[in-house]
């Protein structure tokens, strides 16, 4: 049964949200698909809420993150060809992919090494 909130009864009900894996399945096979926004668009609903609809159903769940993953391998393929911007690749991976800059710096053992910044006219002014 489906639940009732505020404007009715929702559409996500088991059977809805086992067919949405499967449209998803089929989407993502189609090599010129790679943006869930536009998957999420086409089924009435944004990326955002395509993401908690996936949380209530496993199959849908495990498709989700299958195409998720599946997203970012296309978009680092797409970062790497000459005729793509790839600055905005990188904008796009940090965004949907949680990609990051990784700040931290080690030697040749594996161990972090440590900067020390000085400043310069402070140390002047300490002599």
């Known amino acids: ?18 067919e949405l894996a499967k449209k998803l399945e089929e989407w993502i ?20 809420d395509l993401a908690k609809i996936a949380k209530k159903n496993e199959k849908l769940f495990r498709t989700y993150k299958k ?5 970012e391998n296309r978009l680092v393929k797409l ?12 904008f796009t991976l940090k965004n949907v992919a949680n990609w990051r800059d990784n700040k931290e710096l ?6 972090p090494i440590i900067v020390q910044v000085i400043d310069f006219h402070k140390k002047q002014q300490e002599k």
């Open 79 to 90: 970062g790497v060809d000459k005729r793509s911007n790839p600055a905005f690749i990188i």
């Open 67 to 71: 195409a998720k993953q599946i997203q």
């Open 29 to 48: 096979i189609i090599r010129t698909n790679f943006w869930l926004g536009d998957f999420a668009v086409e089924n009435d609903m944004n990326r955002h």
């Open 106 to 111: 080690t030697g040749a053992g594996g161990e």
């Open 1 to 18: 049964m489906a639940k009732t909130g505020p404007k009715g009864p929702s559409k996500y009900t088991p059977e809805y949200l086992e």
